[in-house]
């Protein structure tokens, strides 16, 4: 791929020709990869959720989004509205790199409710002329009629003393009557950290700084990135991005993690005795996740499909990455469970149903194929000691599930799925289960899969490129019987 120039890279929007913008859009929306029911960039770079609410009746979904190629450059928000989480309306960009504080990108941030209007907390990046960079937490008011409006100055204008510039990535929630702000920093030692701020008498362009969180972390990588914090089934969580982990065993496997803690948070002292630091998807492409509450009171997630510092295939396409499908989190056993939002049920056309055995001489062929289908397979009777889904399957091209009954460890191996990002090496991502698989419920889109074990037990996501012969799914096992029920329904998307 071409290397981009600074000057490229933090070119404007606003001064990009029609022309060249058409001619890009034609150029993407011609890309075989394109996704038929994720959300994913019109043209250019699509990265961090971000400003994810239900507000007033509708959803409101945000990414990160450089527009004019598939490289980290000048970022915008580009903001969805949703009726149901399902199908999505492009609304285009929403918040601008247009001031003084955000001239050098409108970084991440979430979005919250105050006085019956809808505000966005965002991390504002400006470089100066030597290429220092300053980080400031900025607010900005949605007025009525859809327009912007944002505080002339940043509400929290640098990191306090003790900290770099790698100050950003605020989460706005509500305690005891104040809004407080959780923001993903780095001390002077180079550690990632927690920084708590909260308003002075709810006025939001007055924040004061609570204290840095003490968890059981204190050598955990140089960068806590995207942290979330909220309450769930009488837990208290904190989601987040620390960058910097050294792979252990099956463990940290990916450039950067994406994971949680749960356990109790002292808002008093600013203290969090919590259990371990857990993967939330043991897939190769999955980050920067934010969530939300919904219409019904429950917990979502929407994870960034792909991760910083990877060359995708469809990099050369002019466009990169894609949102997850939105999954619904719950706290049980004491570890988060991630299923599928019930409401992309909405998309099922066309449903085929299988039955019988599969073992070592005799692999089950499914008379029905497909680019973009939920795969449901019930495990009823197993004897066998590994099971072997193969999805997206043709001459060349096959994308493996390994599940080993003795170790109760699921792999999914892309060695062989088509083409691949040319700096990963290796190709295989594994975890063990916590009980015998018994359920795969598997998302296959045009160029990604998202795999949920066990009803949610553990989810593993990953980018694919296969071939567009690729549509065969088949099943055997490396010595003994399985026996399997499939059911399998097209998705029905809009690309």
């Not at 007025?143 to 900290?163: C, L, M, N, R, S």
């Not at 808002?267 to 019904?296: C, K, M, R, W």
């Not at 990604?448 to 799914?473: H, K, M, Q, W, Y």
Request: glycine letters at 8%; hydrophobic letters at 30%; charged letters at 25%.
């Amino acid at each position: 791929m071409a290397e981009w120039s600074r000057e490229e890279r933090y070119r404007r929007l606003e001064d990009v020709e029609s022309t060249q913008l058409e001619d890009l859009k034609h150029q993407v929306a011609s890309s075989k990869y394109r996704q038929t029911y994720h959300i994913q960039p019109e043209t250019g770079l699509l990265n961090d959720p971000n400003g994810l609410i239900y507000f007033d009746g509708k959803y409101y979904v945000s990414h990160q989004w450089f527009p004019l190629g598939a490289v980290h450059g000048l970022k915008y928000w580009f903001n969805y509205t949703s009726d149901d989480l399902v199908t999505f309306e492009p609304q285009g960009p929403i918040l601008k790199p247009d001031t003084p504080y955000d001239s050098h990108g409108v970084y991440s941030g979430s979005a919250f409710e105050h006085e019956g209007h809808l505000y966005y907390m965002y991390t504002g990046n400006h470089r100066d002329d030597n290429w220092e960079r300053y980080a400031s937490q900025m607010i900005a008011k949605v007025e009525k009629d859809g327009t912007i409006h944002k505080f002339g100055q940043p509400v929290i204008a640098h990191q306090p003393d003790g900290y770099t510039s790698h100050f950003r990535d605020p989460k706005v929630f509500e305690y005891e009557g104040e809004f407080y702000a959780i923001i993903g920093a780095q001390n002077n030692n180079e550690l990632g950290r927690f920084l708590f701020y909260k308003t002075v008498e709810r006025q939001l362009d007055k924040w004061e700084f609570v204290g840095e969180l003490h968890t059981n972390l204190e050598d955990f990588g140089y960068m806590w990135e995207c942290p979330d914090y909220f309450k769930l089934d009488g837990e208290d969580v904190i989601l987040f991005s620390p960058q910097g982990l050294e792979a252990k065993g099956d463990k940290f496997r990916n450039i950067y993690q994406s994971g949680y803690i749960i356990g109790e948070l002292d808002f008093d002292s600013l203290t969090f005795e919590h259990n371990e630091f857990i993967e939330l998807d043991n897939g190769f492409d999955f980050y920067a996740p934010q969530t939300f509450v919904d219409e019904h009171g429950k917990r979502i997630l929407i994870g960034w499909m792909g991760l910083p510092e990877i060359n995708y295939p469809t990099d050369e396409e002019g466009w990169a990455h894609c949102l997850t499908i939105p999954r619904e989190l719950s706290v049980e056993d004491g570890k988060l469970r991630q299923r599928p939002l019930k409401a992309l049920e909405k998309l099922r056309t066309n449903k085929e149903t299988a039955l019988g055995y599969a073992d070592k001489f005799s692999r089950m062929l499914y008379p029905y194929e497909g680019t973009q289908y939920e795969l449901n397979i019930e495990i009823l009777e197993n004897e066998a000691s590994e099971i072997y889904f193969e999805l997206r399957t043709s001459r060349k091209c096959s994308t493996l599930i390994t599940y080993n009954t003795r170790e109760q460890k699921i792999t999914l191996d892309r060695t062989e799925s088509g083409l691949l990002p040319n700096n990963v090496t290796d190709m295989t991502r594994s975890t063990i289960l916590d009980t015998p698989l018994k359920h795969l419920q598997i998302f296959v889109d045009t160029s990604s899969i998202e795999i949920f074990c066990n009803d949610g037990e553990r989810v593993l996501t990953s980018r694919i490129f296969p071939d567009e012969a690729a549509t065969g799914i088949k099943t055997s096992t490396m010595s003994g019987q399985v026996y399997l029920q499939f059911t399998k329904y097209e998705l029905k998307g809009e690309r």
